[in-house]
């Protein structure tokens, strides 16, 4: 157990003063949702100390700066707090004792338990209610007086703001996502060398990145042409935008590169496979003799073919947003030691200019199980493209080097193959 080190002349003080036994004070530590520069000049998210007033008017009676601001204060550091805000309230009103001190912290409480009953004051356990505002109020502070900043970045939505998206599953993202920064797959791939792999019934292009060195990721489409395209731009090459000919799975969104199979009824609904065409068949069946197929970009009982990208990165924490960095530290997810070692996944929406969404939870399931596939496997794939490779699953294919191939299209290559609808 810590020792409090408290000087006694304080502590005496504090005995001393009337009590108030209806009054319960919560103590919570938190980190603002800002940056700000430590002695040492380096880029940290401070420590508060606050206390509030749960009873008799919920209200914040004090707050200040953490002694170690880098570092959850200590017992020692939180006892001080709370004497002298005992002893000098912030609120100006008469300095008096609380009948009850609560923590969220359960070692916390036991470490202050008997100092703080020393002076006549009650600890208890109580969770801290949801959504400190003062926490944001005292972030917004700082920046209008130009003492911290934060990036655009840092207020998008955390992971869990997706509907569906549980804690264990993205907990389940950040071990792979760990796993995955320690083996290092991108010294083995190319940045202009495209991969396709069919997961949890999803066929997807892959673009392992980091063999530049700038940033270590993956990149994910369901359009081979989207990856021609961003190549193309970096490249400083014009003239290759999409083509009118390009036909996509309607199941799964993939664009289809040997060959395409379409409903025998409308002609319009295309499908890797008898596969997805089966899996799509609840839904298209209700579609077939309209023309909602036709409006590939208006298509809302599909909503993942407006989604054009998703993306892991590894980043730096001001570039990560701060629900998912508070998520971090209060389960204390596993993190790579190196600057650059905070995972984060995004997707870009098609069809709206820099908008930015976070995966669903579909999308992240098929996230996580790509990148167990990259973390189990060794070497590049060895398959080549063909219609078998296209059909399999967790076969990874080798589709081709970005910039040294023609661009082809499954029509352009066969015609489509007719399917019958079947319930």
Wanted: glycine residues 4%.
């Amino acid at each position: 157990m810590e020792r409090i080190t408290t000087d006694k002349h304080t502590i005496t003080a504090v005995q001393k003063l009337p009590k108030n036994s209806s009054e319960v004070i919560q103590y919570v530590s938190r980190r603002l949702r800002v940056w700000v520069q430590d002695d040492q000049h380096k880029t940290i998210r401070p420590y508060y100390h606050f206390a509030v007033r749960l009873y008799p008017d919920g209200r914040v009676i004090g707050y200040e700066l953490c002694k170690v601001p880098n570092n959850e204060p200590n017992a020692n550091q939180v006892f001080d707090f709370l004497c002298r805000m005992i002893l000098d309230p912030p609120t100006g009103e008469e300095a008096h004792r609380p009948g009850i001190i609560s923590f969220s912290d359960q070692e916390l409480e036991r470490q202050l338990a008997q100092k703080l009953s020393s002076i006549g004051i009650q600890v208890q356990i109580l969770q801290p209610a949801e959504g400190l505002e003062v926490v944001k109020a005292v972030s917004e502070s700082l920046i209008k007086r130009e003492l911290a900043t934060r990036t655009d970045a840092n207020e998008r939505p955390g992971m869990l703001s997706k509907q569906g998206v549980e804690l264990s599953l993205v907990q389940t993202f950040f071990s792979i996502a760990y796993r995955l920064r320690q083996k290092g797959p991108w010294s083995e791939f190319s940045e202009n060398e495209v991969y396709g792999i069919r997961l949890l019934d999803r066929f997807r292009f892959v673009v392992i990145l980091g063999s530049s060195k700038n940033v270590f990721g993956i990149a994910i489409s369901s359009s081979l042409s989207h990856f021609r395209k961003k190549y193309c731009q970096a490249m400083g090459m014009s003239g290759l935008g999409s083509s009118s000919s390009e036909v996509f799975c309607t199941f799964c969104g993939a664009q289809q590169l040997l060959y395409t199979y379409r409903c025998s009824q409308c002609k319009f609904a295309h499908y890797c496979n008898e596969k997805c065409q089966k899996k799509d068949w609840p839904i298209h069946k209700r579609e077939c003799h309209n023309s909602t197929i036709r409006k590939r970009e208006d298509d809302t009982s599909r909503p993942y073919l407006k989604r054009k990208e998703m993306t892991l990165l590894y980043c730096t924490e001001t570039a990560i947003p701060f629900d998912d960095l508070d998520l971090q530290y209060q389960y204390c997810f596993p993190l790579y030691p190196t600057e650059d070692n905070f995972p984060v996944a995004f997707v870009m929406i098609d069809n709206v200019d820099n908008v930015l969404d976070r995966p669903t939870k579909e999308e992240l399931q098929w996230l996580v199980r790509l990148c167990e596939v990259l973390v189990d496997s060794s070497g590049k794939p060895i398959l080549s493209l063909s219609e078998d490779a296209l059909v399999q699953d967790e076969k990874w294919i080798y589709i081709e080097t970005l910039g040294s191939h023609s661009f082809r299209t499954a029509t352009q290559m066969k015609g489509p193959k007719e399917m019958e609808a079947k319930d």
